[in-house]
């Protein structure tokens, strides 16, 4: 099967839109590839479209990962906390200050949005709020991702100071380019490569001048990490994927840890929501509900435990998880993860769960 050019903008459009999976979409070749942009081949980035030859690229130290629990103290600027946060993805500019003001309440620190979701001037309204009752802006985490109509150096630079002006922040914790690429036909791949090194540089230089405390990426797969290694100056402070107990992503998750990225996990559930979300099935499993049980307070929460279990899960391999919840009591259940541990053989027994499902969508489309 081949898919051309329209139907492939349709399918992305589509996907990035309503969060379908076109992680089965046919790809070209890599020998159609590096003929076609022989510049780019001779880079060495692309590998086998999947694992790309190490780079040197920029070095940091960073500071060891804590115990997982909830983020408190001075946390702004700083690296990314191990504990849960709260994701605002398909929440309206209407529901927004309220889910925020009502997380901050019980005591979540980091909370992550993006230019596309349009509820960044909500969140700046509930953070404006919770400042004025006394919450330090040094205790709060906060992230944004910046949408692939805004790449380019100068776009970038201006959407972020827009994006800021709407947070209601001086600086923003943490920016990432929100997908690898603004299309995935493949024809736009210089294009796309051009615009990841131009929007990086960006980030680089809000950094620099203090728009921008930390800057990372978003829904970069090997690949596309590597790639940036050979030209940025500034090694990426996070990562942020979708990461669930059907899709565990390991070899991603374990190459950024080596690197010393933090990782951030977006549907960390199974992606609720979305057309394509694999929540239902996940807790539906007879293995969650086990571990959910041994774990929980009574029968009447199992929905709530293997929730818990997931997320527990989550924080054990190192991963901050960004739930999305509506409703105060769900933003409280999963908030209560840090007063139980997971064993060994429960943490294997839920990454041997992996079915490489993708609840939104596989970002090697973008080349």
Same mark, same amino acid.
């Given at each position: 099967?081949?898919?051309? !050019?329209?139907?492939?903008?349709?399918?992305?459009?589509?996907?990035? /839109?309503?969060?379908?999976?076109?992680?089965?979409?046919?790809?070209?070749?890599? %020998?159609?590839?590096?003929?076609?942009?022989?510049?780019?081949? %001779?880079?060495?980035?692309?590998?086998?479209?999947?694992?790309? &030859?190490?780079?040197?690229?920029?070095?940091?130290?960073?500071?060891?990962?804590?115990?997982?629990?909830?983020?408190?103290?001075?946390?702004?600027?700083?690296?990314?906390?191990?504990?849960?946060?709260?994701?605002?993805?398909?929440?309206?500019?209407?529901?927004?200050?309220? @889910?925020?003001?009502?997380?901050?309440?019980?005591?979540?620190?980091?909370?992550?949005?993006?230019?596309?979701?349009?509820?960044?001037?909500?969140?700046?309204?509930? *953070?404006?709020?919770?400042?004025?009752?006394? *919450?330090?802006?040094?205790?709060?985490?906060?992230?944004?991702?910046?949408?692939?109509?805004?790449?380019?150096?100068?776009?970038?630079?201006?959407?972020?100071?827009?994006?800021?002006?709407?947070?209601?922040?001086?600086?923003?914790?943490?920016?990432?380019?929100?997908?690898?690429?603004?299309?995935?036909?493949?024809?736009? %791949?210089?294009?796309?490569?051009?615009?990841? $090194? @131009?929007?990086?540089?960006?980030?680089?230089?809000?950094?620099?001048?203090?728009?921008?405390?930390?800057?990372?990426?978003?829904?970069?797969?090997?690949?596309?990490?590597?790639?940036?290694?050979?030209?940025?100056?500034?090694? &990426?402070?996070?990562?942020?994927?979708?990461?669930?107990?059907?899709?565990?992503?390991?070899?991603?998750? @374990?190459? /950024?840890?080596?690197?010393?990225? !933090?990782?951030?996990?977006?549907?960390?559930?199974?992606?609720?929501?979305?057309?394509?979300?694999?929540?239902?099935?996940?807790?539906?499993?007879?293995?969650?509900?086990?571990?959910?049980?041994?774990?929980?307070?009574? &029968?009447?929460?199992?929905? @709530?435990?293997?929730?818990?279990?997931?997320?527990?899960?989550? *924080? $054990?391999?190192?991963?901050?998880?960004? &739930?999305?919840?509506?409703?105060?009591?769900?933003?409280?259940?999963?908030?209560?993860?840090?007063?139980?541990?997971?064993?060994?053989?429960?943490?294997?027994?839920?990454?041997?769960?992996?079915?490489? !499902?993708?609840?939104?969508?596989?970002?090697?489309?973008? *080349?």
């Amino acid at each position: 099967m081949t898919i051309g !050019r329209r139907q492939s903008r349709l399918l992305v459009a589509l996907a990035l /839109c309503l969060g379908l999976s076109l992680w089965s979409l046919p790809l070209p070749s890599l %020998a159609a590839f590096n003929s076609a942009f022989p510049r780019r081949a %001779a880079l060495g980035a692309l590998g086998a479209l999947g694992t790309a &030859p190490a780079a040197a690229g920029p070095t940091a130290p960073r500071p060891p990962l804590k115990p997982p629990a909830p983020a408190s103290g001075t946390i702004s600027g700083g690296v990314l906390p191990l504990t849960i946060g709260l994701g605002t993805c398909l929440v309206s500019e209407g529901d927004v200050t309220r @889910q925020v003001s009502s997380a901050l309440d019980v005591g979540y620190r980091v909370i992550d949005t993006a230019q596309r979701y349009g509820n960044e001037a909500g969140i700046g309204l509930a *953070l404006k709020a919770a400042f004025e009752k006394g *919450l330090s802006r040094d205790e709060v985490f906060v992230t944004t991702k910046v949408w692939p109509s805004n790449y380019g150096f100068d776009k970038a630079i201006s959407s972020v100071q827009d994006s800021a002006k709407k947070l209601g922040l001086e600086a923003i914790d943490l920016v990432l380019p929100h997908w690898p690429g603004v299309s995935t036909d493949f024809e736009a %791949a210089e294009t796309n490569f051009q615009l990841r $090194q @131009q929007t990086w540089k960006a980030l680089e230089r809000m950094k620099k001048d203090g728009l921008v405390k930390q800057i990372g990426v978003s829904n970069y797969n090997d690949r596309h990490l590597t790639e940036l290694l050979d030209y940025a100056e500034t090694l &990426p402070m996070a990562s942020q994927f979708e990461i669930h107990p059907f899709n565990t992503r390991e070899s991603l998750v @374990q190459k /950024c840890k080596e690197l010393g990225i !933090r990782v951030n996990a977006y549907s960390p559930l199974g992606g609720k929501g979305n057309p394509n979300q694999v929540t239902d099935k996940l807790l539906s499993l007879q293995l969650l509900q086990d571990i959910g049980a041994a774990h929980g307070k009574t &029968p009447a929460q199992l929905a @709530q435990d293997m929730q818990q279990t997931i997320l527990r899960w989550h *924080l $054990q391999r190192g991963v901050t998880p960004i &739930p999305k919840a509506s409703s105060a009591q769900r933003l409280q259940e999963n908030f209560d993860v840090f007063d139980f541990k997971l064993s060994d053989e429960e943490m294997q027994e839920i990454s041997e769960l992996d079915r490489r !499902r993708f609840a939104v969508m596989n970002s090697e489309v973008f *080349l």
